[in-house]
């Protein structure tokens, strides 16, 4: 067996898990980057070589651990050289995958558990009067106005406490939605956190498999491809909500073909675009298809058509 890695700062001992426990009582020799850490005196009683770490560490080290703290950068460097690290409860595809999370590795699952349980009491009995009379009919405009928020904070370059303010506003409609769902016995929290989970490493085969990609563009396509064989869809363009607003929407649309194929270059936009306006747009299907070919000149460009028009707008309105 490799090295084990176990990811805890000192002030996260509450957190460890009794397999990470049995597992470092069973070692012959458990080594600290923190040598004052509170659980180097506990192995210590219970029998174990507990040491502060002095030099490097070999990955390939049978029967020995390190303890670090969660943020070093020696627990990548092992896990690249193929040592175990530990996720706690968490179920992750490899060691790398552990380390590179390792600081939220005790946090993010406390915290996300504590969202889970104020969800389920404001739901409940004897939780608010409010909250108990929610369906997710009546929160679908509570979603769209935390996601637009969320946009604006964005768009302010707001990216702080701000940012995660109305990122937490975000999820408490994804928190609402799902505790729904648990009370009607469809689906639950860990339900939604697990497919999303498994969706990742599916659809990332680059990253967790041995499929090959030059590039971003490659990256896309692969996805589609598998989410096309997922979905089993018949129509190239099924998925993309019809709700969004036009221009994301035309960008999702020609997005979604260029995974399948079409290029239409900047020459071909911009011709298209010129023939659309040359006719005067004297009507909406010819400003249709002059804005359709618009966005068509900004995703060559690698611009994103609603944003940039929600800046000018927004440059306007105060220049105004």
Known sequence: MPLLVVPLGSDQTGSLTLNELDRLLACDRVLFEDPAHPLMTRLSDGGVDARKLDDDVDAARDGWALVADPRSTRVIELARAGAEVSSGVT???????????????????????????????????????WDREQT?????????????????????????????????????????HARLADQDGRFDISGVAGGLVAKLIRRHPHVFGDVAVADATEVLANWEQIKQKEKRRS???????????????????????????????????????????????DGPETLGRALFWLVAVARDAGIEP?????????RFKSSF
């Open 91 to 129: 179920s992750v595809p490899d060691a790398l995958t552990a380390a590179r999370g390792a600081h939220n590795l005790r946090e993010a699952p406390a915290a996300l558990g504590g969202a889970t349980l104020i969800m389920a009491r404001l739901r409940s009995e004897d939780g608010c009067p």
């Open 306 to 314: 609603e944003g940039a028009l929600r800046a000018e707008t927004t």
């Open 235 to 281: 129509d190239a363009f099924e998925g993309i909500p019809e709700a969004l607003p036009a221009l994301l929407n035309a960008y999702k649309v020609q997005k979604r073909a260029a995974s399948l194929g079409f290029a239409a270059g900047e020459e071909r936009a911009r011709a298209e675009l010129a023939a659309a306006l040359e006719q005067g747009l």
């Open 136 to 176: 997710h009919e009546s929160l679908k405009v509570h979603l769209l106005e935390e996601a637009y928020e969320v946009i604006d904070a964005i768009d302010a370059g707001k990216t702080g406490e701000d940012l995660e303010e109305e990122l937490g506003d975000l999820l408490l409609q994804v928190l609402f």
